[in-house]
């Protein structure tokens, strides 16, 4: 049994999907599970209560933890869960010294930075299971709904930084790695810095969406203060130290390459699909 957290997500409901279509025994864990839709033979549970009967690994996304890892992962270990494939974040790569050092002082801040608290996750995990493998995607196509609601009423994007490099990668990759490394053993006590196949600033990644639209978008650059004052008052559940940690990413992102990595076809054995793809996938959502 292969128990997925966060299974209504882009990662956890395509991995559901594809573990149900190998005939893999699944257990798909959501908030919502008089609602969630899933292929026939998946079995069902809420995220509130995981059962974690006869279940031998795990996809643990920490976005589906309300209390951190934690009591998670002491109820996977008492039942004899052997494997965790976390979804983790390719910050932990980047700066994985900057994480330890937040993680010795987070008791000055109320949080920590994304880096600190995936590796905090990573380190849980590896404590808890015999066999870990550790996904570290980097920024994800799919951040791009957050310019949504700004294209359903003009062509213009606001934020800041239109120079931040990232190299965004389709969450259906990631998707097909976890399956990897939950079905097979060769990922096992790895660490995979995960990305797309190119590098792309932002102001780059609304062009390419505007030609999926045929639409002539642009990213109009405003300062830091006022995109971040912007984005909190539009995601009231998101603390200020995860904005300003976001805020200090992309600040550091700019002008500098963006980092690329062959891991997804490594793993996969065919290129990893670009931006361009995700666009004309996803058009319909940016659509008046």
């Excluded at 992962?73 to 700066?95: C, F, I, K, P």
């Excluded at 909190?232 to 976001?246: K, T």
Aim: aromatic content about 4%; some cysteine.
């Amino acid at each position: 049994m292969i128990l997925v957290t966060a299974a209504t997500g882009n990662i956890g409901r395509p991995v559901v999907s594809a573990l149900a279509a190998r005939g893999a025994e699944v257990r798909a864990l959501t908030r919502t599970p008089d609602t969630a839709r899933f292929p026939d033979g998946v079995e069902v549970c809420d995220s509130a209560a995981p059962d974690f009967q006869d279940v031998e690994a795990v996809l643990l996304n920490l976005a589906a933890l309300s209390q951190g890892p934690a009591p998670f992962l002491d109820a996977a270990n008492s039942a004899g869960v052997r494997r965790v494939v976390t979804v983790s974040a390719l910050v932990v790569a980047d700066d994985e010294n900057s994480a330890e050092t937040e993680m010795e002082t987070e008791a000055e801040s109320e949080s920590c930075s994304n880096a600190a608290i995936h590796l905090d996750l990573e380190r849980a995990v590896e404590a808890a299971v015999p066999e870990w493998t550790h996904l570290r995607p980097g920024a994800f196509a799919s951040n791009s709904y957050q310019w949504a609601a700004q294209l359903a009423v003009g062509d213009v994007v606001r934020g800041p930084y239109a120079g931040a490099g990232t190299s965004p990668i389709h969450e259906a990759d990631v998707a097909d790695v976890a399956v990897h490394a939950l079905l097979g053993d060769d990922l096992v006590g790895q660490a995979l810095s995960m990305t797309g196949p190119e590098g792309l600033t932002l102001a780059e990644q609304v062009e390419i969406l505007g030609r999926a639209l045929e639409r002539p978008l642009r990213f109009e650059e405003i300062g830091p203060e006022a995109a971040k004052q912007a984005m909190l008052s539009r995601h009231a559940w998101m603390e200020e130290a995860a904005v300003d940690s976001l805020m200090t990413y992309l600040a550091r992102s700019v002008g500098r390459p963006a980092p690329v990595t062959d891991e997804v076809p490594r793993v996969l054995g065919r290129p990893a699909r670009t931006f361009t793809q995700w666009a004309a996938e996803h058009a319909g959502a940016f659509r008046r």
